[in-house]
Each structure stands twice: as C-alpha cells, then as structure tokens.
C-alpha cells in the first residue's frame, strides 16, 4: 500500500513541507495563547496554527455554517493531500473513503450558555438553542462527513477517537480498507484544536499540560528530566493511502509504503499507561509481525513523546522490550516537542513528518531535551536533525482510555519508482 | 489468504423496550411501542416532548465496581450493561486477552454536562455570557477532577476493556445513527482477518435528555406529532414528520466460527457480510434517489458471496424523515426492485424511536433475533404507505416468514451507510 499524497496544517506551518522545513530547524510552534485571554488561566500558552486563512477552505456556503475550527483544518489538509497525490483522472468516487481521527466535540462558551439556559434556567429546548448549525458543527464527524463532500468520496466514511491515538488508529482502519479492497483510495490521518477555554481548563484539573507559562517554547521536552507535561497544540495530519499496484498504474509519484499497523488495548487505568509499557509493546510488535519484518528492521522510531512524566518513561521501557539491544542503536524523536500535542491530529501529522524523513534521509530532533532523564536512556535525536538512511520508520500513539496504535512504514516502493 | 467466518453468540440489549433480548423481542413482536410524552425540565407543565427512555435497572448488580461508575455517564452505562448480558448470554470463551477485542460506535460529546455546571454559573456575567477571563478565575475551581475522563468520547471502549479483559485490538468509532453497526463492522473485520478471535461490539446513546432534544427539534428532525405518542414516529408512511430520540445500547458478541464450535457455544447467527458508503454530500443531505446506499447493499452483498435474490428480510433504517425513506426506498428498489423474490422490510424506530449511536446495533441485534425466530418485526404505524413505497412491509404485528438471509442497513447524519449481512445458521 502506497503513500501517494500528504497535507498538513500545523503550528509549524501551514503546509506539509513548510512544517517539515521547520521541524528540520528544530523550531518550537509555542507561544502565549492568542485564541482568546487566557491572562487568568493556569496555564497560559500553546501550539498555536498561526496565519490560518480560513476562508480559503470555506467557500460553499454549507462549509461556512458546518466546519469548526479543526475540521477547516482537516479540510484544508484533506485538500492538500489530495492535490499532492495528483490524480490525473478523477478517480471512481465509490472508491474512495475518508476515514479521519477528529477532535472530541469541543464546547464553545456560547454553547455553555445555551446548556446553562436549558439545564438550570429551564428554558425550554424549543428555545435554548440560538444557532441550529452549533450542534453539528461541535459535532466531530460532521468535519469527516463534509471532507467526502468536498472529495466527493463516496466510499467509507469514519470518524474515530481514541483520544491522542486517534490520528494513529484511523490511518491503521483505512489500511484495512485498502487492503482488503473496499476502497482503492483512503484519505486519512485526524484533525483537531483543544485549544480552546475548556480544553486547556480540563486538562489543566488533572495536571497532564505542562504549566511552564515563564518559558513556553521550552516546555514540551520529551524525555528530559524536567518535563511537566504536554504541550495543547492543534492542527491536521493527513496522507493519501492508495494501492500500490493502483498508484503504479496510474504512474503517481511514491512517498513510502505502509507496511504495518499494530493496536492494543491496555485495560489498565484511563490516564495512565502502565508503568511496563506492556499495551504499548504489543501495539509495537503487531505492528512489526503485521509489516513481516523483525524489529532490527526499523531504523528510525517517531515516538509518542509527549512530554509528561508517565509516558515518556513507560514509551522508553516498551520499546526496550521489543527492541531489546536494538533499542540502544536506533534513533527515536519527538517531534511533539516542536509541534506540541495535537491529540487526535497528532498521529495524522506525525505519519506526515515520518514519511518525510524517510524521503529526505533527515531525522527530526528532539528539541529541549537536556538534562538525560535517567530513566530515558535511548538515542533520542537531541537538540539537531540528523542526517540517516530510513529505510523503514515506526510512529508510535498512545491514547487516554488505553488504546494504542503504531504504523510501520517503508520507503520500499518509493525507491523502486525512482529507479534506486 | 482465506478469512475466517464470523458468528454471533451472545446478544446484549438495553432498551427502551426493556432488558436484554427476550424482552425486547417480545415487546417489538407484539408491536408495542416505547415512545411516550415526557416533560423534559421535569415541571408542572404538561408532559410535550416525544422520546422513548431507557429502561430502569440497577447498574451496580450488572457492574460491581464503584469507581468505575463513577465516570460513566448514562450512555456508558447502557454499553456496559448491555455487554454484561451479551457475555453472560455467551457462555465461557476464549479467556487469552490479547485474542479479545472491542469496538464502540458512540455520540458521546466530551462533556458530561452536570460537571460544567457549577463552573459556568460560578463564571457568568450579569447579562448572562460568558468569557475567559471569568473562566479562568472563577470557574476553573469549580471544575471537578473527573470532568474531563467522565466525559472522555473513549471511556466505554476503556471500561469494557477493564470489565473484560481485553488487550487484543479495538476501535472507538464516532458518529450517529450508522456507527453502532460500523462497530460491529470493524469487529467483523478484526475477527475475519485474524487480529482477534473473540468481540464485543455495538452502540451506545442516551439522546433522550433535553439538549439533544433542543439540537434535534432546532434541525427539525424529530416529529411534532400530537396525538397518541405510540403513533408519532411512522417509517415510510406518507404522513411521517420525523423521529423521537431514544436511550439505549446494544453489544454482541462475535466470534471466529471455529472457536465458536470448538466449545460448543450456541450460535445465533453467522455474520457473512458488512459494507459501508457514503452519499458524499454533506450533513443533512442525503441523496435523494440513494445511489451510494444502494453500492454499499451490493458491497456488502458481494462480499457475503450473494446475491439479492436470496435476501429474504431487510431491516430498514427507516428513520421516518421525508427524504430520509424516499433515499432508502430508491436505494432498495436500485438492489431489490424487478428481482423474482423480493424480500420483505420492516423498520423498528416506530417501536423504539431513533437511538442514534446505539440504533445500528439495536437494530442489528433484531435482524439477528429475527434470523433466530425465523420472524420479521413489524413496522409500526405505516398505515398508508407513501404511494412510491412498494415493498412488501411487515405492519402493525411480527409476520412468521422464512429467512435465510437478513441485512439491516444504517445511515448517519451525515450521509454515511452501513450494511451488515446475517446468516441464519443451520448447524452442519
């Protein structure tokens, strides 16, 4: 299976290649919240898509009223990718799905208003709601289901969320599809923006964001001792997946090939992962087994890395197990330490970042990480992108509830149509 | 690489026409109705709004585990007390928790609302608006810690996999009226390709509460009928006006056909077929004359290696929409329409209402009971079909009928199908 298209939207910019130039740059996509006045909130800075046109990607009426913020992201993403795989002949639109993570339905403060009206001022619900679109456009599956519109895709259609392993898990689904047939082209990957007033005040209760607000663009650092938790970023990752022998036929320029999707289910506690990283290492190895490879195969690990205590250590451990020595002798970055965390988009956009540095034989760094936390001992790419012949690359998500997901990519056929 | 077939062996149901699958059928078979008046703000006034609620049950003698609950909203609950009955229907299994899986097609919104309460009265201005600033100092005290996991749109998926031991694959599927089916369909995947040999899968909503009524009524989608509450919601009848909103959940069990024989377990039915499309127009616009669902009936026909002249029952969504049945009616004539046999439809929202996120399971849980009782349930209040409508419809009461082969189709706001193929099963 081929990855023939890929569109991104990020705080590192506003295309895929411009997020890929600064991630090579080892640029931080943090600053002070601008969304609204976050002056009285605990934690007072994120992830931001900055110099975002919306309208751009709104023009039909119906996009106006239906698209919120992160699926106007997908979209444009959507859009990207799909100019990127550069169909010649539109293809058969019953052959085509579009299966996305999307952002957990965010409430907007004027829909606080409108459920205050209903629940405790007892309005009635004929008259509580002042705009019939909010509902489906906080709905997450509205953004999916109005992409395919855009696409004109007529194949399946799902949204997923398994919460930061969303983007991860929809692209291991739409896989699925392909190779089983029911659809010769998928347009996958995930969207979202949980910055906004109570996205950050919710994660901000159970102490997962990091509160560093003196220093914002040195506060997602992933495997340093001094990390306090993850950065809200937002955004859409999204790739084009198509079958190979289809994207051969069709003469479509190559990126890599999707070798192998792996998901667990931890069954342990629903913000914790284990401290063994039992879930994470069987999403790792079902990945690998599923991609027919061994894992002294892989030459280069995106890792979650989110940049809370918890996950960077149990993230490290999981991959010693399956790695075993091998763990000590391949490169592994976060590139949520530029990017943030874009939750359901995240997995999305690092599939994005991974394929790319596979094509360019460039390793995005990890940057902020320091001081070595005793614990994270592997080769995590500090500070500068290196240079490394991928030739196969693992992303790794893991979600909150224990839902775990991992692609494995290569850049097989990619060398073969360039004559390599 | 030849799949592996996929049988049903356990059937969890929790809805408005009762608990678990006996009382269900019973209930739907008599063509009894869950739909009834309700005054949703719980006043003095005079009971207005159509909705068909869950049933009452004690949820701590199905779930004995506190703490849990403690973040599992309604719509949680009903998942999981539907998954309880569907394993204990099932009998022992596969105990491996790596060869387990879970699917869940939900609607839930991160927000459990009770929780946000406190901290947007704490925050409101005089005018009654709301900005950051005051959030932020005020109502940021009053959120409590467990707001954001009670509200996770994952938590079911997370609690099933706890209650059951599940660390094989699983899936969290977001959408609306398809996605309790789409989850059966993820799982009917993960088993037929060797990911996991044992699942839970279904759909779960509690939309019979004033916020979705609010949503909904503001969409026009739910009927503003004013008679007898029992005769609101009228799938494919001429005068239909629209849906009532329902509680409720249903989970399966699916299992790989050798597993399932190899410890004697009873089946129910085999699954042999699931499809999915899109009308690809966006929300709220179906296509009228039901092109995509129509290749998504074919798909999931062709997969199961059949043809349409061997469909004997179709449940239909029948959501009881003016465009929404004439897309699905012109769908079906597409598949079904000229063939030799045609099969007979029914559509069971008059009995139980739209459950949305749970309805695909539901209704895949009756496709399944009406493959067992060799028996279609009835359509209730199709007292005179729209002229274009011509099916051969179950109405009023269940009709004994022969089935070998079922299909029950769901649909999404937003123009997605899906369609499962059932089997009945004849022990060879």
Known sequence: ?420 | MSKRRVVVTGLGLVTPLGMGAAEFWSALAEGRSAVTRVDLLDSAEAPRHLVARGPQFDIRSLVPDRKLLRIMPDSDRYALAAARLAVDGAGECIHVPERRGAFVGTRKELMAYEMLRDATAASLDEEGHLNSVRLGKLGFPQVPPLALVTGMPNGCLFALSVLHSIRGSGANLIGSGEIGLAAIGAAFRAIQQGQVEWALAGGQDAGANQWDYADLHALGLLSEWSGDPSQAVKPFDRHRDGFVLGDGAAVVVLEELGSALNRGATILAELSGYAESCDARGVLQLDPDGGALARGIQAALCQAGLSPDEVGYVNASGVATAIGDRSEARALNLVFGGGQHSPVVSGIKGAIGHLMAASGAVEFGATVLALHHQMAPPTLNLSEPDPEFQFDFVRSRAREVEIRTAITISRGIGGQNAVAVLRRWESQ
């Open chain 1, 1 to 420: 299976m081929a990855v023939t298209g890929l569109g991104a939207i990020s705080p590192l910019g506003l295309t895929a290649e411009e997020t890929w130039r600064a991630a090579l740059a080892g640029r931080s996509g943090v600053g002070p919240i601008t969304r609204f006045d976050a002056s009285t909130f605990p934690v007072r800075f994120a992830a931001e898509v900055k110099g975002f046109a919306a309208d751009r990607y709104t023009q039909s009426r119906a996009a106006r009223r239906l698209l919120s913020r992160p699926a106007t992201f997908g979209l444009a993403a959507a859009e990207m990718a799909w100019r990127d795989a550069a169909f010649g002949m539109p293809p058969s639109r019953d052959r085509v799905g579009v299966v996305l993570g999307s952002c957990m339905d965010a409430i907007s403060l004027q829909r606080s208003e409108d459920l205050y009206r209903l629940y405790v001022q007892r309005t009635p619900p004929e008259q509580a709601v002042t705009d019939p679109f909010l509902c489906l456009r906080d709905a997450s599956p509205t953004g999916t289901a109005q992409i395919a519109a855009e696409l004109g895709a007529e194949g399946p259609n799902v949204s997923v969320y398994v919460a930061c392993a969303s983007g991860t898990q929809a692209i291991g689904i739409a896989a699925g599809m392909v190779r089983r047939g029911e659809a010769d082209i998928v347009v996958s990957g995930g969207f979202d923006s949980m910055v906004t007033e109570w996205d950050i005040l919710l994660f901000a209760t159970i102490g997962a964001v990091s509160t560093r607000n003196s220093d914002p663009q040195g506060a997602s650092r992933p495997f340093d001792k001094n990390r306090d938790g993850f950065v809200m970023g937002e955004g859409a990752g999204v790739v084009v997946l198509e079958e190979l022998s289809h994207a051969r036929r069709r003469g479509a320029r190559v990126y890599a090939e999707l070798l192998g999707y792996g998901s667990s289910l931890d069954a342990f506690r629903i913000t914790d992962t284990p401290p063994d990283g039992a879930g994470a290492a069987a999403a790792i190895s079902r990945a690998i087994e599923d991609a027919g490879l061994r894992p002294e195969d892989v030459q280069y690990i995106n890792a979650h890395g989110t940049s809370t205590q918890d996950n960077d250590r149990s993230e490290t451990r999981a991959i010693k197990s399956v790695f075993g020595d091998h763990a000590y002798a391949v490169p592994i970055s976060s590139t949520k330490s530029m990017t943030g965390h874009l939750i359901a988009a995240a997995g999305g956009l690092e599939a994005v970042l991974t394929v790319l540095a596979m094509r360019d034989g460039m390793l995005p760094p990890t940057i902020n990480l320091e001081d070595a936390d005793p614990d994270c001992d592997l080769d995590y790419v500090p500070g500068i992108a290196r240079r490394a012949d991928v030739k196969v690359a693992m992303s790794n998500s893991f979600g909150f509830g224990g839902s775990n997901a991992v692609l494995v990519l290569g850049r097989g056929a990619a060398d073969e149509v360039a004559g390599l």
